[in-house]
């Protein structure tokens, strides 16, 4: 085969081949298929195909073309597995999170489907790309030329089917800025890219935040300790809470646990756990936050630390994405051989609380614990909880989650909650009594990093793009208790709060909220952001 006519090839496959969750998305976005839709659906292949080959006969010569051909059928088969299984979009976020995925957790996304897909439209593709023998025009100069002409005449009748058509791509492109996340193999070079630039671009040194932070008055003479726990729940979205009105009762102890104060109306900052986590324990907020800025800045548990408490996390998950890497450190998360709270391939998020009592009892100073749990983190929902709490089903047993229906999926995933429900409730518990019988007063925030979507408008897992996230990645739950001694202390009024737990918030508040129910002043504290300061009293 000619060189340029490869191109011509191998840009229609790619285009073809690999873009089902595109053209699905591009036919609703453009009224549906039908003979007055075709022209432009035609335009559209044409469009894409003459990108595509301006891009490959940029670098048409014969060792570079065949490599990269090869590489980009095997990695866009692997996009558009996930895409078409997960109904996902690529962007720069997704990336990292694949990134920072630990192997446990990529492992459990792995299935025949999958490494048949790759095998199919990947490799064996791929074969036969390696073994097909490219014919160029013997002058190095003649093949300079005819690569240029090819990108130039390629960009030249794009150029002229974007004219012809603009009147309906305009609108099209405007509402529907999902169409870019969808187009493989361009939305993972991009993110790639984007991604790559942000890790090279990132500071060595870290800036120092909250370095005048000190306790305020409601610590002056105080003979009783403080513990504060932090949970930071996984991919638990709040429509699924009983106490968020869900029909199951998937809350069935934290709904009986006094003092409790559930806030029903949360926004996290991100969809995917490398996004989140750092940015609610960030000062930057979500419009401000991006991977470079938290990383190259201390954050909340950072600024405790300045003000004399001991702080330490305590992680069954994937890590702490850079939050806790000045604080103590704990990984619970590998499996013990003879521990009921573990089985062969992780551990319950029970384990947690495993060594909390002796915690509190032989802490000499003021602490702040963080718990990271493994929560309900997917596709494998029936893992994330030990066999007593199946109480909803029948569940979805395996990561292929195309071969379950959505009512089986979403009983594994409420099962994984009403275990969360457990955990949370034995935690206050443990400071409940640490309050009434060792003198300690204790209080436990908890709140998720994001949420998940379990097959509403095809879509599964999380990690979407915000700007077009829908409500089920975004919503998250966000909890407080508080024992009375703590509460007094720190002049926090329940009721008051209470009455403000149906405004909408977000991870924004976390920051400013954590200093100001521990009385914490410093200069990077914003009162209008904390959620208990118009509830706490002189």
Request: aromatic fraction near 10%; hydrophobic fraction near 45%.
């Amino acid at each position: 085969m000619s060189a340029p006519l490869f191109s011509v090839v191998a840009s229609s496959f790619l285009v073809l081949a690999y873009n089902q969750a595109f053209w699905q998305r591009f036919l609703m976005a453009t009224g549906g298929f039908s003979f007055g839709n075709l022209p432009l659906l035609v335009a559209t292949f044409a469009l894409l195909v003459l990108v595509f080959n301006a891009c490959l006969s940029l670098i048409n010569f014969k060792p570079v073309i065949k490599p990269v051909v090869m590489l980009l059928l095997v990695v866009t088969s692997a996009a558009a597995y996930f895409m078409n299984q997960y109904g996902v979009q690529i962007d720069k976020a997704m990336v990292q999170n694949v990134v920072e995925t630990d192997t446990r957790e990529a492992a459990e996304l792995l299935s025949a489907k999958m490494i048949a897909t790759i095998v199919l439209l990947g490799i064996l593709p791929a074969l036969l790309v390696s073994r097909l023998e490219l014919t160029y025009h013997s002058s190095k100069g003649r093949r300079l030329l005819i690569n240029a002409g090819m990108v130039a005449g390629s960009l030249a009748l794009a150029a002229g089917i974007l004219m012809l058509f603009f009147k309906s791509y305009a609108p099209t492109l405007r509402e529907h800025r999902e169409l870019r996340f969808l187009l493989t193999p361009t939305n993972y070079i991009q993110a790639v890219n984007g991604f790559v630039k942000q890790k090279l671009a990132r500071p060595t040194v870290v800036a120092p935040l909250g370095r005048d932070a000190a306790r305020g008055v409601t610590w002056a003479g105080q003979q009783r300790r403080t513990v504060t726990v932090l949970v930071v729940g996984e991919t638990a979205r709040a429509m699924n809470f009983s106490l968020n009105q869900y029909p199951r009762t998937t809350n069935p102890q934290l709904a009986q646990r006094a003092g409790l104060i559930n806030f029903s109306n949360v926004s996290s900052c991100g969809t995917a756990t490398a996004v989140s986590v750092p940015c609610v324990f960030s000062a930057l907020g979500r419009e401000n936050y991006s991977d470079g800025k938290a990383q190259s800045q201390e954050g909340v548990l950072d600024v405790l630390k300045h003000a004399g408490l001991d702080v330490v996390w305590i992680d069954n998950n994937s890590g702490c994405k850079g939050v806790c890497a000045r604080v103590g450190y704990e990984d619970i998360s590998q499996p013990v051989a003879g521990d009921p709270l573990c089985n062969t391939e992780e551990c319950f998020d029970e384990k947690l609380l495993q060594t909390l009592p002796e915690r509190i009892r032989n802490a000499k100073n003021d602490l702040v614990i963080v718990l990271h749990q493994k929560g309900s983190h997917g596709p494998a929902y029936w893992k994330r909880y030990p066999a007593a709490f199946a109480k909803f089903g029948p569940v979805c047993e395996t990561n292929d989650l195309e071969k379950c229906s959505r009512e089986q999926i979403t009983a594994a995933y409420d099962n994984t909650i009403l275990y969360t429900d457990y955990v949370l409730d034995k935690a206050i518990g443990l400071l409940a009594h640490a309050s009434a019988e060792a003198g300690v007063d204790t209080a436990l925030m908890y709140f998720s990093d994001h949420g998940e979507s379990l097959g509403e408008k095809n879509m599964y897992l999380h990690g979407a793009p915000y700007i077009i996230s829908p409500p089920e990645q975004r919503r998250v739950p966000f909890m407080l208790w508080m024992s009375d001694h703590y509460a007094d202390r720190f002049k926090i009024n329940r009721s008051c709060v209470t009455a403000r737990a149906g405004q909408p918030f977000s991870h924004d508040n976390v920051f400013h909220s954590v200093l100001g129910m521990l009385d914490i002043s410093t200069a990077v504290y914003n009162p209008a952001l904390d959620i208990f300061n118009a509830c706490t009293h002189g």
